[in-house]
């Protein structure tokens, strides 16, 4: 047997045993250099999503860094606006990692970390890359954690409103790919 007829196999076992496929499905599987993977965030979704939030933020007046990760916090897409903050990079990077890792948006943290809250100090955790303030949010489709999303580069308003805006039309985004 060569690798296209196991890939064949694979792919109808899987079809089988996982349901109905659509473009953001877990099991979307992507050919990789070692066979196949499963997909929770592809590319171009990613770079859509990018495109779309970076055009609001030109609107509001803002230069921003905008990360998009997958389920397990690897990094998707990052793109930097002409005239961003160079530590704004890290730190919008940091946003989808933390967004991951607690299963929440970076201001729901930064509400459950502050002085007499029940993760007081969450920040020091993680090598230092846990961010407590807005602007990472957790993609969902169908209720499903597909990836997260990080912006960096207004203030922590501007940042977590700007971040909610690109939550909210990540369904529309999926629906135009």
Not at 57 to 76: F, I, K, L, N
Not at 122 to 140: A, D, P, S, Y
Not at 146 to 165: E, F, H, M
Request: hydrophobic fraction near 40%; charged fraction near 20%.
């Amino acid at each position: 047997m060569n690798n296209n007829e196991i890939e064949s196999i694979v792919r109808e076992v899987l079809n089988r045993t996982s349901g109905s496929q659509d473009a953001l499905a877990p099991e979307k599987l992507t050919a990789a250099n070692g066979g196949l993977v499963q997909t929770t965030m592809p590319l171009a979704l990613a770079v859509k999503l990018i495109g779309r939030i970076e055009e609001k933020a030109a609107e509001w007046g803002m230069r921003v860094v905008t990360a998009v990760s997958d389920a397990s916090g690897r990094p998707v897409a990052v793109h930097c606006m002409d005239g961003a903050y160079m530590g704004s990079f890290d730190v919008a990077l940091n946003k989808t990692y933390t967004s991951i890792a607690f299963q929440m948006s970076t201001a729901e943290l930064g509400a459950l970390s502050r002085p007499g809250e029940s993760l007081y100090g969450i920040q020091f955790t993680n090598e230092g890359r846990i961010v407590i303030f807005g602007g990472g949010e957790v993609l969902k489709r169908e209720g499903v954690i597909v990836g997260a999303l990080g912006v960096s580069g207004g203030s922590a308003k501007q940042d977590t409103d700007l971040a909610a805006y690109g939550k909210s039309i990540f369904e529309e985004v999926i629906t135009c790919l």
